[in-house]
């Protein structure tokens, strides 16, 4: 560890002391905005080199400057007024920021559109401090990717061990939250993309239903699973944060629900059959569901994992592949600058093998070969994959269990202890995977991880699943449990596992006595 690197002061804090402090005035927005400039050139440029921020607004500090007027004159925007916020680099704003993916064919994609999540924030007040780095296109390129590497940003690090995967496409937005690199971050998700980087990262995430956060001016993966959520380190923060975002649920305040007793009397699906192998997560896990007895939470065992039709797996795939190549063509069509010479998923692909040395360095574009080989969303394969793999995840999937075992949520642990970053191999992950995240991607229904605890310093998080347009409850409950249990650790930058005494010592030979 080194102390250097760690947060303090107010920078270190959550995004409600934050804003508590704008508010009291015990710190101006221009000020806020330099502390995170700084801090993230001494260990995100510097230092550790997390590579987790992607690109920087130019126009921050004078906008800072503009909104430190405003208050001084009474004109606050919302409680978001001055917060210096970072954007996965897949979301456009009308900032002088690219939209890259992370890819040299979008480097000028500078669009001067705010997607309306950005608009959300902007009218809360709220300054985009700049990009975070991330998994190249949303990490649907490559079966054989790495997760966290870009082409123009390189790879993410974890800042609680440097040589761990940080997990997932909006991994850029994971570390900085945790690395305390502005007052909260915005992620995406198709499967798992915000959920695994703040399991990784040891932060709150919330991936919303689709469709309560708008999509537009993101560059997409799927129709029927894509949404934006944030990435904070506590859930009020992300409560506030969807304030701003969830445009398309105006009339909903995420905080008013959020109490310590949120979970008194609730009903709790515990899914066994998705705790996973590991005896440490397992150990983690028994202690959480403590923690919600705790909070007044009523635990419900179930056992039984629902049963998938045949072929689930490779229409869950399939689906992503068809929505991919009409999603991309269609963005690639509209984008505006005319730098962008990349229109459609073909030209990508070409591009990408004329600029090979860089784009495939370190694996291959076959999962763009693949959705370019697929027909249109008309096909009755399309349809049928559709068709199947919601009605198993939603109806005979979250839903039944809901119902069948009256309860109101349901709870597994986020994901794995994550592994060292592998450039060769790419992502190896453990092959009993747990958790219950892709049924709520799969179906688009809300799911949110808080941390649990950690293990040898690397973080693991809780799930909260519920059905459709739960998102509030499912925030609250979140609130409950994080109130009882508060174990989100802050990051250690170690440089690896053996920097950890006990293992360094197991690995050093030596004859016993």
Excluded at 230 to 259: F, W
Excluded at 277 to 290: D, M, P, R, T, V
Excluded at 395 to 421: C, H, M, W
Aim: hydrophobic residues 40%.
């Amino acid at each position: 560890m080194d102390t250097n690197f760690q947060a303090s002061g107010l920078i270190s804090a959550s995004l409600p002391k934050i804003v508590a402090a704008l508010e009291s005035g015990e710190v101006s927005s221009e000020k806020l905005v330099n502390l995170y400039l700084q801090r993230i050139q001494h260990i995100d440029k510097n230092g550790p080199n997390l590579q987790s921020v992607l690109s920087l607004n130019p126009d921050a500090l004078s906008q800072a400057r503009a909104l430190d007027k405003q208050r001084a004159a009474g004109q606050v925007l919302g409680p978001l007024h001055g917060v210096p916020i970072l954007l996965k680099d897949n979301i456009e704003s009308k900032d002088k920021l690219a939209t890259t993916a992370g890819a040299l064919a979008l480097k000028d994609n500078i669009t001067g559109r705010d997607s309306p999540l950005v608009a959300g924030l902007r009218a809360q007040g709220a300054i985009i401090l700049g990009k975070t780095n991330l998994s190249q296109w949303a990490n649907f390129r490559s079966e054989s990717s790495m997760s966290g590497w870009s082409t123009l940003g390189g790879q993410v690090k974890n800042p609680h061990m440097l040589d761990r995967n940080p997990c997932g496409s909006s991994s850029g937005s994971g570390a900085a939250t945790a690395a305390s690199l502005a007052a909260a971050s915005v992620g995406t998700e198709t499967n798992g993309s915000i959920i695994c980087p703040s399991n990784a990262n040891g932060i709150v995430g919330f991936k919303p239903t689709v469709g309560v956060v708008p999509q537009q001016y993101i560059i997409p993966i799927s129709v029927s699973q894509d949404t934006a959520g944030p990435m904070t380190k506590t859930v009020m923060g992300a409560a506030m944060m969807m304030n701003a975002m969830a445009t398309m649920t105006p009339d909903i305040d995420y905080t008013t629900g959020l109490n310590k007793q949120a979970l008194s009397g609730v009903r709790v699906g515990v899914l066994n059959f998705a705790k996973g192998k590991s005896k440490s997560i397992q150990g983690l896990f028994s202690q959480a569901l403590l923690d919600l007895e705790a909070a007044g939470a009523i635990l419900v065992n179930i056992e039984e994992r629902p049963t998938t039709p045949e072929q689930y797996g490779k229409m869950s795939y399939d689906i992503l592949k068809y929505e991919f190549k009409d999603g991309l063509n269609k963005y690639l069509a509209s984008t505006s600058p005319k730098q962008v010479t990349t229109r459609n998923l073909q030209q990508l692909i070409a591009f990408n093998e004329y600029h090979q040395a860089h784009e495939l360095a370190l694996f291959d574009q076959s999962i763009f070969v693949a959705s370019q080989s697929l027909g249109g969303l008309e096909s009755e394969d399309y349809q049928e994959a559709i068709t199947t793999v919601q009605k198993a995840t939603r109806e005979d999937g979250i839903d039944k269990l809901l119902t069948e075992y009256n309860v109101q949520v349901l709870v597994a642990p986020s994901g794995p202890i994550v592994p060292r970053i592998d450039p060769i191999n790419g992502d190896v992950w453990p092959s009993d995977w747990p958790g219950y995240g892709s049924h709520a991607a799969r179906a688009g229904y809300p799911h949110v991880t808080v941390p649990m605890g950690e293990i040898h310093h690397l973080s693991v998080g809780l799930s909260l699943i519920g059905g459709k347009n739960s998102d509030a409850k499912m925030l609250a409950y979140a609130y409950g449990y994080e109130q009882h249990s508060m174990r989100r650790i802050e990051p250690q930058y170690l440089k690896s596992a053996e920097a950890i005494p006990a293992i360094n010592q197991a690995l050093t030979a030596s004859d016993p006595k």
